[in-house]
């Protein structure tokens, strides 16, 4: 028993030294893109009420959530998603604004995902959420952060693959299919089941030619020329609106001169049914899972008692550092520190010593001799430790300078 107290939980995991170091570097990097698009942080409960993920309000299903009841019986929730609890602080604390509110956070989230798919439980997110702001520059924005911050971080190669989930909406309107038929068609085209999906098209009472539109999503992926394509397999208008944005959407990025970042996939749908608009991921090598998501979200702000279009996306910081490490990009950490080492009695010189050094921005560990313990342990501790260089005071008129390398 004493030995698997030691062990964490399947799903979650420590990190320290180097590697933390490294996180927290990232997490900086990114943090400071956001700064700089003038987007403000935010700071939400790591429970909540179930109710803010239920099910109408579009998060993971309630089997893949950490539930517990508080002490008056009401079941809350450890949050699997940031954008629910995102919106809810915009309906709460900025339920006057007309204008648009900007806001990103860094957090930690939790899915209790099966201990078969290798996925973490708990997991680090950085977003932003571009609330009030329905036009197809606040699309173009958050794509652009997302790039920003792929390559603040470090990485070269990476993609964007951008949906519309209206395309797919115009198409279920148009033949008239119920929730529950739409709900499985989405879930096949989702997972590039269309052997699956050429069953179920074929028992709808839809026209043939109807039938091969959906038949066609698994060739609906690529540059900008595939959305002609696409606008030639239907003429109801929701779905044409939807591609018509996209092209608006690349328009845009051109600007910035990220349209060579930007691919699309018209049968991205998602798991999440609070996207209204574009939808989105970030794929980059060395990982199979996208290091980030995100869409538009019309309707969830209405579900809080706010009527306002939003925008956003997470980036799971944990799969990105997964993909940098198996890419060998460098993330350099300065860990250099130099030790005051001192014996009994010189405590107060020592201790003004690594003041004034510390003022000046140097690291200094500050440690007493122990009598039990050699000149040569403390060098040994100090490589293990990073320490580059060692300040030894012997006496108050003695002292000795020893660099750890040698």
Do not use: W
């Given at each position: 028993?004493e030995?698997?107290?030691?062990?964490?939980p399947?799903?979650?995991?420590?990190?320290?030294?180097?590697?933390?170091?490294k996180?927290?570097?990232?997490?900086?990097?990114?943090?400071?893109?956001?700064?700089?698009?003038?987007?403000?942080?935010?700071?939400?409960?790591?429970?909540?009420?179930?109710?803010?993920?239920?099910k109408?309000?579009?998060?993971?299903?309630?089997?893949?959530?950490?539930?517990?009841?508080?002490?008056?019986?009401?079941?809350?929730?450890?949050?699997?998603?940031?954008?629910?609890?995102?919106?809810r602080?915009?309906?709460?604390?900025?339920?006057?604004?007309?204008?648009p509110?900007?806001?990103?956070y860094?957090?930690?989230?939790?899915?209790?995902?099966?201990?078969?798919?290798?996925?973490?439980?708990?997991?680090?997110?950085?977003?932003?959420?571009?609330?009030?702001?329905?036009?197809?520059?606040?699309?173009?924005?958050?794509?652009?952060?997302?790039?920003?911050?792929m390559?603040?971080?470090?990485?070269?190669?990476?993609?964007?693959?951008?949906?519309?989930?209206?395309?797919?909406?115009?198409?279920?309107?148009?033949?008239?299919i119920?929730?529950?038929?739409?709900?499985?068609?989405?879930?096949?085209?989702?997972?590039?089941n269309?052997?699956?999906?050429?069953?179920?098209?074929?028992g709808?009472?839809?026209?043939?030619?109807?039938?091969?539109?959906?038949?066609?999503?698994?060739?609906?992926?690529g540059?900008?020329?595939?959305?002609?394509?696409?606008r030639?397999?239907t003429?109801?208008?929701?779905?044409?609106?939807?591609?018509?944005?996209?092209?608006?959407l690349?328009?845009?990025?051109?600007?910035?001169?990220?349209?060579?970042?930007?691919?699309?996939?018209?049968?991205?749908?998602?798991?999440?049914?609070?996207?209204?608009?574009?939808?989105?991921?970030?794929?980059?090598?060395?990982?199979g899972?996208?290091?980030v998501?995100?869409g538009?979200?019309?309707?969830?702000?209405?579900?809080?008692?706010?009527?306002?279009a939003?925008?956003?996306f997470?980036?799971?910081?944990?799969?990105?550092?997964?993909?940098?490490?198996?890419?060998?990009i460098?993330?350099?950490?300065?860990?250099?520190n130099?030790?005051?080492l001192?014996?009994?009695?010189?405590h107060?010189?020592?201790?003004k010593?690594?003041?004034?050094?510390?003022?000046?921005?140097?690291?200094?560990?500050?440690?007493?001799?122990?009598?039990?313990?050699?000149?040569?342990e403390?060098?040994?501790?100090?490589?293990?430790?990073?320490?580059?260089?060692?300040h030894?005071?012997?006496?108050?008129?003695?002292?000795?300078?020893?660099?750890?390398?040698?």
């Amino acid at each position: 028993m004493e030995n698997r107290l030691l062990h964490t939980p399947v799903g979650v995991r420590d990190i320290y030294n180097v590697e933390c170091a490294k996180k927290l570097d990232v997490q900086d990097k990114i943090h400071n893109v956001f700064k700089k698009y003038g987007y403000r942080d935010v700071q939400t409960p790591t429970f909540e009420f179930f109710d803010i993920f239920s099910k109408e309000r579009g998060s993971v299903a309630s089997k893949d959530m950490y539930k517990f009841f508080d002490r008056e019986g009401n079941t809350m929730a450890l949050r699997p998603d940031m954008t629910p609890p995102v919106a809810r602080v915009a309906a709460k604390y900025f339920s006057d604004e007309d204008m648009p509110i900007r806001l990103c956070y860094q957090a930690n989230s939790y899915i209790n995902n099966s201990e078969y798919q290798g996925k973490l439980k708990e997991f680090t997110q950085l977003g932003a959420e571009l609330i009030g702001d329905n036009t197809s520059d606040a699309d173009a924005e958050v794509v652009a952060m997302v790039i920003d911050s792929m390559l603040e971080a470090g990485l070269k190669e990476f993609q964007v693959e951008v949906g519309q989930v209206d395309f797919f909406k115009g198409l279920i309107e148009e033949n008239g299919i119920d929730e529950e038929a739409e709900d499985s068609i989405r879930s096949l085209i989702e997972n590039k089941n269309f052997f699956g999906m050429e069953e179920v098209i074929d028992g709808m009472n839809i026209a043939d030619d109807k039938k091969s539109i959906f038949m066609k999503f698994s060739e609906l992926y690529g540059n900008i020329e595939m959305l002609e394509e696409a606008r030639g397999l239907t003429k109801n208008k929701k779905s044409l609106k939807a591609l018509e944005r996209l092209e608006k959407l690349y328009n845009i990025l051109k600007a910035y001169g990220y349209e060579k970042y930007v691919s699309f996939d018209l049968g991205m749908l998602s798991q999440y049914h609070y996207y209204t608009g574009i939808i989105f991921k970030a794929y980059t090598y060395g990982t199979g899972d996208a290091i980030v998501a995100g869409g538009r979200y019309d309707s969830l702000l209405k579900q809080f008692g706010k009527n306002s279009a939003a925008v956003g996306f997470a980036i799971n910081e944990d799969q990105l550092m997964v993909a940098m490490n198996r890419q060998k990009i460098d993330i350099s950490i300065d860990y250099s520190n130099s030790m005051i080492l001192y014996k009994n009695g010189l405590h107060d010189e020592a201790i003004k010593l690594a003041t004034e050094l510390r003022k000046k921005g140097e690291k200094i560990v500050l440690m007493r001799k122990r009598s039990s313990i050699t000149e040569e342990e403390y060098v040994s501790y100090s490589k293990r430790m990073g320490i580059e260089k060692i300040h030894y005071m012997i006496a108050k008129d003695k002292s000795k300078d020893i660099d750890v390398d040698n």
